[in-house]
């Protein structure tokens, strides 16, 4: 058996001279034996062992892992290295692995401690006769402190600062680092002068309308309130929310009203209507988010069709005839759809935006493009429509629509074709409009591309009837 000495708290460099002697001596880890205090039996450091390379991310785990207050932990490390060393070399990506497993809940721990300190150390100043010093209290679940010096001396290098802790602390003067003994909380100052004012400000800028109690505690454990000058105002700040929140509430509904598209889209969210009678009186009753819009272009044709086809937004003739695809676009579509033999009776025909957006020129009406917010907008309408709607497969006409049934911008001629459409089966293909606007030489040609993607939808949706 080899005992192996090793420093109280978290001793990098003991555990790296020892790695060096136990690997070159070839001593397998059941047989090492750890003392976390120096030992008669001591073996004494050997100048000679060579240095053990090791990939760095098991270099980080090492790093972190010994500062955990485990007193397994140098047995677990060496377990790691000997194991790679003797031909795993992928474990650490094992995570399913038990040694993993565990040493990557210890390095999280690890990492959580160095968080809060960060966050939670808070100096209050002595005067002393050589000026001021700023002294600050923290209790740490690990052995972090020499870990976490150098965060607090790149924030702090002109001041002379302690940091106390139970298991050791830190000094720094004059741009020298001192690691001293453990102390007391009674060895730090309670408050001082500058706390008033950052309570103050701490009060001002709290927000009671976002008040979760639970969430608060699970990130500023009760533990290290007591550190903070904040903390003492926080239960009168929670018992005092429901009214502020009230009197908050009070101010709004006196201010003018001002359309949020975020909030609209979260209030709609409350009323997820449970029919598509449902669905569309909402969409019949909503303001128009575009510009223009005399009524809102609803979908339309069966429940469980095969095929969804879905347009960008409804055009002039749509808007005054408030049915979707009955103008110039819908009157190719349908010759589309007829020569690759789908019946448009039998499918449904929607829009990624229910209201017609345009511009007044003179007596004409001219189409605007949705931005696309606004497609983000009528984007909740069309989902709510497609899942009650229930088609074997969406098609989308043009880039609004890619956009509208994928979530994301997706250029047509990139992907045009058969895809999933956040979740659901889908095809992309050009919107009719496009080849409206196409110049006569190329028309032809387009054309046969149109109609060759409504046979391969035609086609695509019978395979879907097949597997439902
Ligand atoms: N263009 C569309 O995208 N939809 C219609 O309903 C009409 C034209």
């Not at 760095?56 to 490390?77: F, G, Q």
């Not at 069709?305 to 347009?311: E, L, R, S, T």
């Not at 695809?325 to 829009?351: S, W």
């Not at 591309?449 to 391969?456: G, L, N, T």
Request: hydrophobic content about 40%; aromatic content about 8%.
């Amino acid at each position: 058996m080899k005992r192996v000495a090793i420093q109280p708290g978290a001793d990098l460099d003991g555990f790296r001279a020892a790695l060096r002697r136990l690997i070159a001596a070839d001593v397998p880890p059941q047989d090492v034996v750890w003392d976390a205090a120096p030992s008669l039996f001591e073996e004494t450091a050997s100048a000679a062992a060579p240095p053990v390379a090791l990939p760095r991310r098991v270099a980080d785990i090492i790093r972190l892992v010994v500062c955990h207050s485990d007193p397994e932990r140098y047995a677990l490390l060496y377990q790691l290295v000997w194991r790679i060393r003797h031909g795993e070399k992928t474990l650490p990506a094992i995570a399913s692995d038990p040694l993993i497993h565990r040493l990557h809940g210890m390095e999280k721990s690890v990492r959580r401690d160095l968080h809060k300190m960060h966050a939670y150390v808070r100096f209050r100043r002595v005067e002393t006769p050589d000026g001021d010093h700023f002294v600050a209290w923290f209790e740490p679940d690990h052995f972090i402190l020499e870990a976490t010096a150098q965060f607090f001396i790149d924030r702090f290098i002109s001041m002379r600062w302690s940091i106390l802790t139970p298991v050791g602390s830190l000094h720094l003067d004059r741009d020298r680092l001192v690691v001293g003994p453990p102390a007391q909380r009674s060895d730090a100052p309670q408050s001082d002068g500058f706390e008033e004012g950052w309570r103050t400000y701490y009060e001002s800028t709290f927000n009671p309308a976002r008040l979760n109690p639970t969430v608060m505690r699970s990130h500023m454990a009760k533990k290290y309130w007591k550190n903070l000058p904040e903390a003492q105002s926080i239960p009168d700040l929670i018992r005092s929310a429901p009214s502020r929140v009230r009197q908050m509430i009070e101010q709004e509904s006196a201010m003018p009203r001002k359309r949020d598209p975020q909030k609209a889209v979260a209030a709609m969210a409350d009323q997820a209507p449970k029919s598509l009678a449902a669905l569309n009186k909402l969409i019949l009753a909503a303001q128009p988010m575009v510009q223009g819009g005399t009524r809102a272009v609803l979908g339309e044709g069966p429940h469980h069709p095969d095929i969804a086809f879905v347009g960008e937004q409804p055009g002039d003739q749509e808007d005054l005839a408030g049915k979707p695809f009955v103008g110039p676009a819908g009157q190719l579509l349908d010759k589309a759809m007829a020569e690759a033999g789908i019946d448009r009776k039998q499918a449904y025909v929607t829009n990624a935006v229910k209201h017609f957006k345009f511009e007044p020129r003179g007596k004409r009406r001219i189409h605007a493009k949705p931005t696309a917010g606004e497609v983000k907008h009528y984007r909740w309408w069309l989902e709510k429509e497609l899942d009650l709607v229930k088609p074997k497969l969406v098609v989308a006409l043009g880039a609004t629509a890619a956009l509208a049934l994928a979530g994301k911008p997706l250029a047509v001629a990139a992907n045009r074709g058969s895809l999933i459409l956040d979740g659901r089966p889908g095809f992309i293909t050009i919107h009719p409009s496009f080849l409206l606007r196409m110049p006569d030489e190329d028309k032809a040609r387009a054309w046969k591309e149109f109609v060759a993607d409504m046979k391969a939808i035609r086609r695509l949706s019978r395979e879907y009837e097949k597997a439902a």
